[in-house]
C-alpha cells in the first residue's frame, strides 16, 4: 500500500520555525516530482512548494517565498519543507503530494496522485 505520511507539524509562536518531513512507503517516488499544500479552515487547498525529481529545482507560492523552502532525500524517499518566520496566516494542514509525473514540477493540485493524511501547522500572534 502506497502511503505519505506527515510529520513535525505543531503549535509554534509567531516568527518561530518548523520543519515537515514526508516519508513515502509502498513505493518510490525518488524518480517523481512532490509538493506541499496547505488547507487552513474554511478555505480551499493552496498550493505551497514543489520540488523536482532530483531536486534541483523548485517552485514557492509567493505568500512563502523567502521564508520556506523545500528539499528532498532521494535515498531516504522523504521530501522536507523548512518553515521560517512563521505568521499566524500559516495556520492550516499541511499536505504532502506526490505525482506520478517525472518531468518538471507543478503548482497543480490536480497533478498528484497520492496525497499525505495531513499534519497540523498553529501559528499563535
Known amino acids: 500500500q502506497v502511503q505519505l505520511v506527515e510529520s513535525g507539524g505543531g503549535l509554534v509562536q509567531a516568527g518561530g520555525s518548523l520543519r515537515l518531513s514526508c516519508a513515502a512507503s509502498?513505493?518510490?517516488?525518488?524518480?517523481?516530482?512532490m509538493g506541499w499544500f496547505r488547507q487552513a479552515a474554511g478555505k480551499e487547498r493552496e498550493f505551497v512548494a514543489t520540488i523536482n525529481w532530483s531536486g534541483t529545482s523548485t517552485d514557492y507560492a509567493s505568500s512563502v517565498k523567502g521564508r520556506f523552502t523545500i528539499s528532498r532525500d532521494r535515498a531516504k524517499d522523504t521530501v522536507y519543507l523548512q518553515m521560517n518566520s512563521l505568521k499566524p496566516e500559516d495556520t492550516a494542514v499541511y499536505y504532502c503530494?506526490?505525482?506520478?509525473?517525472?518531468?518538471?514540477?507543478?503548482?497543480?493540485?490536480?497533478?498528484?496522485?497520492?496525497w499525505g493524511q495531513g499534519t497540523q501547522v498553529t501559528v499563535a500572534s
Open positions: 503530494a506526490a505525482s506520478e509525473w517525472t518531468s518538471g514540477w507543478s503548482r497543480n493540485g490536480r497533478d498528484y496522485h497520492h
Open positions: 509502498g513505493r518510490s517516488f525518488s524518480g517523481n516530482y
